[in-house]
C-alpha cells in the first residue's frame, strides 16, 4: 500500500506531497515526494508520477489523506484507480461541507470542472473505529466491506491510518528541511 499525505510550504506557489509505501506488517518499503500546485489541477497527475516513479508492481492500493488538498486541488479517485487498477481510499476526520459554495467562491469561472470532480469521488461516509475516532471514507475499486477492513487494520490510534500517518510526517520534514 502507498500512502499519500501533504505539508504545506509557508507563502509558496507549491505543497509538498510524501508517499509512503507500507507493507501489511507496517513495515516501511519506500518513499516518493513530489511538489503540488496550490490551487491547481494537477494533484492527480502529480500523484500518478509519485506511483509510476516507485517502479513497484507489489502495490495493492493507493491510501490518501484528503481528496481535497493544496488550495482545492481535487485528487480525481477515479483517474488513479484507473490508471493503476488498483483501489484507492481517501481518508479524511471530518466531512467536505459547503464544497461548491467554496468553489464557486475561490474560482468563478472553472469551479464546475473541480465540482465534477468531486462529484465523481462520491459522498464521503463515516466510518467509526476501534480507536474511537471516526472517519471519512472515500474510494474506488473496492466495496465498502474491504475498505472498512482496511483502514480498521491500519490505523493503530487515533483515526490516521498508519500509511497516512508516517506519510504526512515525511511530508513535515521535507517542508522543514527541504531537497533542493
Known amino acids: 500500500m502507498v500512502g499519500i499525505a501533504e505539508s504545506g510550504l509557508t507563502g509558496s506557489v507549491h505543497s509538498i506531497l510524501a508517499g509512503v509505501v507500507m507493507r501489511a ?4 518499503d519506500g518513499l516518493t515526494w ?10 492527480s497527475d502529480t500523484i500518478i508520477r509519485m506511483i509510476r516513479d516507485l517502479s513497484r508492481s507489489d502495490l495493492n492500493g493507493i491510501l490518501l489523506r484528503g481528496t481535497i ?6 485528487v480525481d479517485l477515479t483517474s488513479l484507480h484507473e490508471t493503476f487498477q488498483l483501489p ?13 459554495e467554496h468553489l464557486i467562491h475561490t474560482f468563478p469561472s472553472t469551479w464546475e470542472r473541480r465540482w465534477e470532480v468531486a462529484q465523481r469521488n462520491g459522498t464521503p461516509q463515516s466510518v467509526s473505529l476501534e480507536t474511537g475516532a471516526t472517519v471519512f471514507l472515500q474510494w474506488k475499486g473496492s ?4 475498505v472498512k477492513g482496511v483502514i480498521r487494520r491500519l490505523t493503530k490510534f487515533g ?15 521535507l517542508v522543514r528541511n527541504p531537497i533542493s
Do not use: H
Open 88 to 100: 484507492v481510499i481517501s481518508v479524511t476526520n471530518e466531512p467536505q461541507e459547503n464544497l461548491r
Open 143 to 146: 466495496d465498502k466491506k474491504i
Open 159 to 173: 483515526g490516521i491510518p498508519e500509511p497516512l500517518r508516517v506519510a504526512r510526517l515525511f511530508a513535515r520534514a
Open 34 to 43: 513530489d511538489m503540488v500546485s496550490i490551487q491547481g489541477t494537477d494533484a
Open 69 to 74: 488538498i493544496a488550495g482545492y486541488n481535487i
Open 25 to 28: 506488517d507496517l513495515i516501511i
